[in-house]
């Protein structure tokens, strides 16, 4: 998933929406930030085990699988927040609204994504704790100059799921053979990962399982799609989760 | 004999040219005649001419100052828009923005300052008035894009430090070996303290904290890595790694903030620059 949000370099430029010739160009203030592109290199640590933990791990590796499920559900219990957030639409969307608040919910309660942290999201009618939109893709940089109309965006409490995105996901996701419904679940866990406090991640290494918040529209870097969050992913600084 | 005929002749013409002589000429015989005879009167018209001079090159002058200011104003506010469309087209954007913000900053301080001879007037006559208004708008207007374009390459260059700073660190983690989980441990304490320390933008505080706070928790992420390791505790020691892993990760939202932090500043700089 690509989005603007933590994008440093934007290719369209975003002009003014009042000025029928731009002053100044969105795209050339961006390419001055230099911060996000270097914070993306952080390469995450691959951990060779000890000699001693290899010796263990054959002995223990049932009973440790015993553990870490227990470990998840304690977790899961412990926490068990519900966050709210409500649907709205920007301009005119081709979408079936009915579909998208349905496959959303199904996304962020799904076992494999964001609710293994030991939350629930639930679908309120108005405020909530952030606001899905789904946005006609003309709309998109309407919300800040760090969107685009190609993809989809976060801004504040505004988790923005560009139509077109929705619709017809990105033309490397389709050039790799991955589905529409893996593409949805990937922008609503990407974009709603952005709120809970994440920035972008880089793939960890070739043949690898992408991090949700790789952008993974543009490059997969050796990584394998993947739509759901990572092990390594499950925190959120928006609820205090580590 | 010689001498007293030139005498006669020039007493013989002297009628003569008296009738026939203009009557400017002749005023102005009388005045000089008359001044000589009294010399104050000399003065006083000397002193009337002069004064006559100067009020009209002070009239002059007033209405040139008050007739150009808004329209020199509005002169600059223009040249400026045309700066700021062509800086994408310079090499080094930064140095150009830096630069085009400093020279107008200081163009504009003065802006609609004039002479103390004529600056009274803008409480006296409504021309100079409106004028000294029009002015101060245009000048308004220049110095809010000045303000932004300054925020953001101050902002830049706080954040160009930071990454800097970001960078020898990760160069440093490069060079350590993976599995020197002790030395992994110093480098990441050696970071927040030196974080700590760095000077950055206040828009940049939130990401600063954020650095600082997955910072700590790969440092006490390697603690109990270290830890796990000596008492050869495997449960102990994959989620400490996996901890450490999240630290990084938990990286990522220095991006988050950077950018959210800074389109505002862009935001901002946008808006005054459309007004121009």
Redesign the interface.
């Known amino acids: 998933m690509v989005c603007q949000?933590?994008?440093?370099t934007t290719a369209g430029a975003t002009l003014?929406a009042?000025?029928a010739?731009?002053?100044?160009?969105?795209s050339?203030?961006?390419?001055?930030?230099?911060?996000?592109d270097?914070?993306?290199?952080?390469?995450?640590?691959?951990?060779?085990?000890?000699a001693?933990?290899k010796k263990?791990?054959a002995d223990?590796k049932k009973a440790?699988e015993i553990?870490q499920s227990n470990a998840r559900k304690a977790t899961q219990a412990a926490t068990g927040r519900i966050v709210t957030y409500s649907l709205s639409t920007a301009g005119a969307t081709s979408s079936d609204l009915g579909e998208f608040s349905s496959q959303v919910n199904q996304t962020l309660n799904d076992a494999r994504g964001w609710a293994r942290m030991g939350i629930g999201f639930q679908e309120v009618a108005s405020g909530g704790d952030f606001n899905l939109v789904l946005s006609e893709a003309s709309q998109v940089p309407t919300f800040?100059?760090?969107c685009s109309v190609e993809w989809s965006c976060r801004?504040?409490v505004s988790v923005i799921i560009n139509d077109a995105r929705w619709t017809g996901a990105s033309a490397a996701w389709n050039a790799s053979g991955g589905s529409l419904r893996d593409y949805r679940h990937m922008v609503v866990n990407h974009e709603v990962g952005?709120w809970l406090?994440?920035?972008?991640?880089n793939c960890t290494g070739a043949g690898q399982v992408a991090?949700v918040?790789q952008q993974q529209s543009i490059d997969l870097q050796g990584c394998t799609f993947n739509p759901w969050p990572l092990?390594?992913?499950?925190?959120s600084?928006q609820l205090g989760i580590? | 004999m010689a001498t007293r005929e030139r005498i006669v002749v020039f007493a013989a013409g002297y009628p003569m040219i008296k009738r026939t002589a203009a009557g400017g000429e002749a005023m102005y015989r009388r005045v000089i005649a008359s001044c000589k005879r009294h010399p104050w009167r000399a003065l006083s018209v000397t002193g009337a001419v002069l004064l006559l001079i100067l009020s009209g090159v002070y009239v002059w002058y007033s209405i040139n100052i008050w007739g150009n200011l808004a329209s020199d104003a509005q002169s600059e506010r223009k040249i400026i828009r045309s700066k700021l469309m062509n800086i994408h087209s310079q090499d080094q954007p930064l140095e150009s923005i830096k630069t085009l913000a400093e020279s107008v900053h200081a163009d504009t301080k003065h802006f609609c300052d004039v002479s103390a001879l004529v600056s009274w007037h803008r409480h006296s006559f409504d021309a100079a008035k409106v004028a000294h208004k029009e002015c101060v708008t245009h000048q308004r207007k220049i110095g809010a894009v000045s303000e932004s374009l300054r925020d953001i390459t101050y902002r830049i260059d706080r954040e160009l430090a930071f990454e800097a700073h970001i960078a020898s660190h990760q160069g440093k983690l490069n060079n350590t070996e993976a599995s020197d989980y002790a030395l992994h441990k110093k480098t990441w304490q050696e970071f927040i303290d030196l974080t700590q320390k760095l000077k950055v933008d206040s828009s940049l505080e939130a990401a600063k904290k954020a650095a600082i706070s997955s910072s700590t928790f790969i440092v006490a992420s390697y603690d109990q890595l270290i830890a796990a390791d000596k008492a050869e505790k495997r449960a102990e020691f994959d989620a400490a790694a996996a901890d450490v892993q999240k630290g990084f990760s938990m990286l990522g939202e220095i991006q988050n903030l950077s950018v959210e932090s800074y389109a505002k500043l862009v935001d901002t700089a946008q808006s005054t620059a459309s007004t121009l």
């Open positions: 949000v933590v994008y440093g003014f009042t000025a010739t731009p002053v100044l160009q969105t050339q203030l961006n390419s001055l930030q230099k911060l996000p270097t914070v993306a290199e952080f390469a995450v640590p691959t951990f060779e085990r000890p001693w933990y263990q791990v223990e440790q553990a800040s100059s760090a801004v504040g952005h406090g994440h920035g972008h991640l991090p918040m092990e390594s992913e499950l925190w600084s580590q």
